[in-house]
């Protein structure tokens, strides 16, 4: 069979590569989107809460902005994040707003499922082609071109391959580009809860004493999603528990701040592993996302990282003046140098932030809870991390 061809072919159909597709296509390529599982737009569920929540700073929402998909999510499934308060092992407190940046928001709290389903639908309008289901089957790169073959719909060509199929990259490995995954010996645990007080749209985030992070996003109403970043041990125990007992866990964890819990979403836990790649893209081949890089989710950042990668790419290709070829070296350079410093910058901040709050040592655990309480009363500290933060 002769090959079906595009400029590019977009390798995955998480949030990621569901924004990057359309941005590619409005910037004037032929763009398909291929995945192993079926693409569709999730039913609309009002009386339930997806277990899969994110913290989608100002710039991601303004790259779906642009992607006309963040209006499609309801108003009322949107939780602005108008402060944060971190508490160390030892009492030390750090608190910044939104106002001290004066910005709505730090960042909006929004569920996988509403804003896939604000998604979806933007592939036909941008006219993106959409191939799935079909199981990746192999990988071949040629000077001109790269070629996926896909069960069940054949042999795809395409000038530029984007690796968008998460942290085990299939892509990734296919391509020779070869980076085990290092674990952090935690697993986050995350789950949905009521809770009895207002949080009054206050993220908070404890730094325990086993090394263990706890943090809790604040959703619609009297609701939050924790994500307990664990030992695995005990994320083995708290995923055992029944919810009462689980959300019994949850509130004396926080000290009952906002009272009462009740279990809204059963748990799961996935492990926590940190990616760091050599480079970011290869011949006829650019990774997003998790395909990319992994960080530890303390800061929440992990997704906004990958719709940095799909704005970065698709304003390089739409920039690309005389340079018809989306897959070209020069491309693909400016591509990673755009990239480089962000994702290590975020990569040094949370992978030292876990370290250093999982040391055992008596004496870190005084020196970090010290500048922790030390940022809190430096004005000029407090605005960095908040305009750190919206970024």
């Not at 072919?9 to 192993?36: E, M, N, Q, T």
């Not at 819990?261 to 893209?281: C, D, H, K, M, N």
């Not at 304003?315 to 003046?321: F, I, L």
């Amino acid at each position: 069979m002769t090959p079906r061809r595009f400029d590019v072919l977009v390798a995955g159909g998480g949030l990621v590569g569901l924004s990057l597709a359309p941005a590619l296509a409005r910037a004037g390529l032929a763009v398909a989107l291929a995945d192993r599982a079926p693409i569709a737009a999730p039913a609309a569920d009002p009386a339930t809460l997806d277990a899969r929540v994110y913290a989608f700073s100002p710039a991601s929402v303004a790259f779906l902005e642009a992607q006309r998909a963040w209006p499609a999510v309801p108003a009322s499934r949107l939780q602005p994040v108008e402060s944060m308060r971190i508490e160390g092992d030892r009492g030390a407190v750090l608190e910044f707003s939104a106002y001290d940046v004066g910005v709505r928001a730090l960042a909006w709290i929004a569920e996988e499922r509403e804003v896939r389903r604000a998604l979806v639908p933007q592939l036909a309008d941008a006219g993106v082609e959409v191939l799935a289901p079909g199981r990746f089957a192999a990988l071949s790169f040629a000077p001109t071109h790269a070629t996926l073959e896909l069960d069940g719909v054949g042999a795809i060509e395409a000038r530029l391959v984007v690796g968008a199929d998460g942290v085990r990259s299939w892509v990734r490995e296919a391509a020779g580009m070869r980076a085990e995954p290092r674990p952090y010996g935690q697993t986050a645990v995350v789950a949905n809860f009521a809770c009895e007080r207002p949080h009054g749209g206050c993220a908070r985030q404890w730094f325990r004493a086993d090394g263990g992070i706890l943090a809790w996003l604040p959703l619609p109403g009297r609701r939050i999603s924790i994500v307990w970043s664990a030992p695995a041990a005990l994320a083995t125990e708290l995923m055992t528990l029944d919810h009462a007992a689980l959300a019994a866990r949850v509130a004396d964890a926080g000290r009952r701040v906002l009272g009462d819990f009740e279990v809204v979403t059963p748990p799961a836990a996935f492990p926590l592993q940190f990616l760091r790649l050599p480079a970011q893209v290869a011949h006829r081949l650019a990774l997003v996302g998790d395909a990319a890089h992994g960080v530890h989710p303390l800061a929440g950042q992990g997704v906004n990282l990958g719709f940095g990668d799909a704005e970065a790419l698709a304003a390089v290709v739409a920039a690309r003046g005389p340079v018809a070829d989306p897959g070209a070296p020069v491309l693909l350079e400016r591509y990673a140098r755009r990239r480089a410093e962000p994702v290590l910058a975020m990569q040094a901040v949370t992978d030292g932030l876990a370290r250093l709050f999982g040391a055992r040592s008596a004496w870190l655990a005084v020196l970090r809870n010290l500048g922790l309480g030390a940022a809190d009363r430096l004005p000029f500290v407090k605005q960095a991390l908040a305009q750190h933060a919206v970024r």
